[in-house]
């Protein structure tokens, strides 16, 4: 027999076994069946991510900001410790085309200033650190407040995140985008006019410490201006933070600068995720940032040591912080590691029930049990009047002749197989009610020849 046949044959015949087989026990195996190839399917999933490999593109700002300095350490230390995730970091012109990139795809992870506005594809993983708004004038100009910059040159391109916080404080002070004088096409033309006095305000977005504005201060004669008002502007942009840059932070003494704490704008530093990643694999990333600190800082060049101490400040992010981006399930599974499962939080109630269950399928398996006795004792009282046509003892047949006991037997057959057919009785017990049809039958017909 060809093996196509054979099959064919073997899936009928495994087909009427399992017709022929009670609804509780059918409900049984059909249950069985889906559990296991669920478990098989799940399996076969673990082990396919486990060996994927996962190529991510991380976009990071320019190539001498703290967030991109950090992210390449980042890259580092994930692919060390999970060779399965490459992650490339690549330089771009901020917080905007960063965001951009997110939304459409290009990249699947980010950083991004808190008080940006991101698309709906964006899911938060941690905080990076926190950015101080620093605005740096000229030692010697009489611009001493915000308002003083109107019609000033403001070393700044027009584009990104860093130009958009800008306008948000301007716009506070009454002042829009036709006021000011925007110098250079990209950051470094923009720093290179404030040396060279062709700038009269450097504005950056930047943590405490930052080296350009080290060197402005130290070697071009910068002034930091202070920046107040941050808890009004908190009302229309609620990731503003109220902050200062500490006394001496870019110089301890003679004089210090800052002369004392000064007012500024603080905005978290973000690392986002497209919302589509691997929740496996955010998560692997999360335990990396929050884990390996100390191998992130190792993994910073010497020449960028003053980037190594915003490590520390790596955190979790949260939803309350103006921002309005959801954090990822994959970030929350390792912030939330340590919390207690859902079966232990629900453990009563699950007790109660698997105990409503047990009793559910007690009563399941008692019921099977007097179904099938029905069935058992309706088809024991087929057989028993079938017999009784051949007991001549019998007082309901004593009477009856040969031909009429035939007649009631086949009609005896008949319910039993319509009981057949209504499972009112089983397989089994019509197999034993047909053995002992035939043999009266075959008694039936050795009288009537006789």
Request: without cysteine; proline residues 4%.
């Amino acid at each position: 027999m060809p093996n196509h046949k054979r099959a064919i044959k073997q899936f009928t015949t495994a087909k009427s076994r399992f017709l022929s087989l009670s609804w509780l026990t059918q409900l049984a195996i059909l249950t069985l069946g889906t559990l296991s190839l669920g478990l098989l399917m799940l399996f076969a999933w673990n082990v396919f991510n486990r060996n994927r490999t996962f190529n991510l593109t991380l976009v990071a700002g320019s190539s001498d900001g703290e967030s991109y300095i950090l992210s390449r350490a980042i890259a580092q230390v994930v692919e060390r410790q999970y060779p399965h995730i490459q992650i490339r970091v690549e330089k771009t012109g901020g917080t905007t085309e960063n965001l951009q990139f997110l939304e459409a795809g290009k990249a699947q992870l980010a950083t991004a200033q808190a008080d940006i506005s991101a698309g709906p594809s964006a899911r938060s993983l941690a905080i990076l650190y926190q950015d101080l708004f620093q605005l740096v004038v000229k030692e010697n100009s009489q611009i001493n407040e915000f308002a003083s910059l109107r019609g000033k040159r403001i070393g700044l391109q027009k584009k990104g995140g860093q130009y958009r916080s800008f306008l948000k404080i301007a716009d506070h002070y009454g002042l829009t985008e036709q006021d000011f004088q925007f110098v250079g096409d990209n950051e470094e033309q923009a720093n290179n006019a404030f040396f060279n006095n062709q700038a009269d305000a450097i504005f950056r977005v930047r943590a405490p410490g930052n080296r350009t504005i080290l060197e402005m201060v130290q070697q071009h004669r910068g002034r930091l201006l202070a920046i107040d008002q941050a808890a009004a502007m908190k009302i229309q942009y609620p990731a503003f933070e109220a902050v200062s840059i500490p006394k001496g932070t870019y110089q301890g003494s003679n004089p210090p600068v800052p002369g004392g704490d000064l007012p500024t704008i603080g905005v978290q530093r973000l690392l986002l995720v497209r919302q589509n990643l691997d929740n496996e694999v955010v998560q692997t990333i999360t335990s990396v940032i929050d884990s390996h600190r100390q191998e992130i800082a190792d993994a910073i060049p010497q020449e960028n040591s003053d980037v190594k101490p915003l490590v520390a400040s790596f955190s979790r992010p949260t939803t309350t912080g103006g921002t309005g981006i959801p954090i990822d399930p994959g970030a929350i599974a390792y912030y939330d590691r340590d919390k207690p499962s859902f079966i232990q939080e629900n453990s009563d109630f699950l007790g109660l029930l698997l105990t409503m269950a047990l009793l559910l399928w007690s009563w399941l398996v008692q019921l099977k049990r007097i179904i099938e006795k029905g069935r058992k004792e309706e088809a024991d009282a087929y057989i028993q009047q079938a017999i009784a046509l051949i007991d001549v003892d019998d007082p309901t047949t004593r009477q009856l002749s040969l031909r009429e006991r035939q007649k009631k037997l086949d009609d005896i057959f008949e319910l039993a197989a319509k009981a057949l057919v209504t499972e009112g009785i089983s397989q089994e017990s019509f197999r034993t009610f047909n053995d002992a049809y035939k043999s009266v039958r075959e008694a039936l017909e050795r009288k009537m020849r006789g």
